[in-house]
């Protein structure tokens, strides 16, 4: 006896093993309130079937889709572009790979495409989400939060951070170190690109510039801010050097801007390190292959992806019970030739 396709049913698994169909569905969608003795038999009926579930049925039956979403609220181009997004999917799917999960890829820009991304979720589609490159005003740690959804963020949120768990570096001690990097060399003029204004790592990073002038009695009004792209570096580190032309040392929010940042000192004729010492943040990739190579303070992007993807298996194996947690993972100073 076979289904219409040749394939073995339900039915017979139930018929082989002895036991009613509901109680065959149970114990191959879950075990739940099923003996030991009828989940044996269904297991070796299956086995000797060569019973395959139908994903829908099973998904009813567990209310899993066994699938995760990562969010990541930024233009397509910046994520296909940027090594930081392209080392945390490599560290999702690992951990993913290991449990046969799906992953479910969301970009989503302010606006009508956050309200639909907000919506899929909503809906359940996926049972869990992990939020990268998250931004000020989109919302999402709160909004996650209020729909009950397991969730992880990586990078610490602007607000909900007592109700979401989150995985992040600690940025404030790793900018304060890579100034400290030029404070050592001698250098008192020390300027910063720093990110975002509307994210966090940004901020901290920023921060942690502060702390390192104001300990070392410098002034810190050498400032100005990118989006962690090149094209920003380039054009916050022409501004710097046109407010600051005295500046001797550069302290660049992420590797991507530091290389931009490379390339405008060498077209002003500012030799690196002799004129201008520069220190990124990131180690990604960038860094090795910059003119002079990047001393920069690496972030274990891969590692956080991965922690950041077991939490949230734990929030899911735990039907949304686990209490939210923090993991701040410390960076590590990379000298190169560029300090």
Same mark, same amino acid.
């Given at each position: 006896?076979?289904?219409?396709? !040749? ?41 000797? #079937?060569?019973? #395959? ?42 951990? #993913? ?50 729909? /009950? ?20 570096? /600690?940025?404030?001690? !790793? ?15 020390? !300027? ?30 050498? $400032? ?26 550069? $302290? ?21 390190? /002799?004129?201008?010492?520069?220190? !990124?943040? /990131? ?10 190579? #990047? ?38 100073? $990379? ?5």
């Amino acid at each position: 006896m076979n289904g219409s396709n !040749g394939s073995p049913t339900l039915d017979e698994v139930a018929q082989v093993a002895g036991v009613s169909r509901a109680t065959a569905s149970r114990a191959i969608n879950g075990g739940q309130r099923v003996s030991a003795r009828a989940q044996a038999s269904v297991d070796a009926a299956v086995r000797t #079937l060569g019973y #395959l579930p139908n994903p829908a049925a099973r998904s009813l039956v567990t209310r899993r889709t066994d699938s995760v979403a990562v969010v990541v609220p930024e233009p397509d181009e910046r994520v296909f572009s940027d090594p930081f997004f392209a080392g945390t999917l490599r560290g999702v799917t690992r951990v #993913l790979g290991e449990r046969d999960l799906q992953l479910v890829l969301l970009l989503s820009r302010p606006g009508a495409s956050t309200t639909r991304t907000l919506r899929y979720l909503r809906n359940r589609h996926v049972d869990g989400a992990l939020v990268v490159s998250h931004h000020r005003d989109d919302g999402l740690a709160e909004q996650l939060a209020e729909l /009950d959804l397991p969730c992880v963020f990586g990078g610490r949120p602007w607000a909900g951070g007592d109700r979401v768990a989150y995985v992040d570096v /600690d940025n404030t001690t !790793g900018a304060r170190e890579a100034t400290q990097v030029l404070v050592d060399r001698g250098c008192r003029r020390i !300027g910063t690109v720093a990110g975002p204004r509307d994210m966090t790592a940004g901020q901290d990073r920023l921060t942690g510039w502060r702390q390192a002038m104001a300990e070392a009695g410098l002034t810190d009004d050498a $400032v100005e801010h990118g989006d962690f792209t090149a094209e920003s570096g380039e054009r916050a580190t022409e501004a710097l050097l046109a407010a600051h032309p005295d500046l001797d040392g550069l $302290v660049v929010a992420s590797d991507l801007m530091a290389a931009g940042a490379l390339r405008v000192l060498s077209a002003s004729g500012r030799r690196v390190p /002799d004129d201008v010492a520069v220190v !990124g943040y /990131d180690d990604l990739g960038v860094a090795e292959r910059t003119t002079p190579p #990047l001393t920069t303070m690496r972030q274990p992007v891969e590692e956080m992806a991965e922690r950041a993807t077991r939490l949230l298996l734990e929030q899911i194996d735990a039907s949304g019970s686990a209490r939210p947690m923090k993991v701040i993972i410390p960076p590590t100073l $990379v000298r190169r030739a560029s300090a």
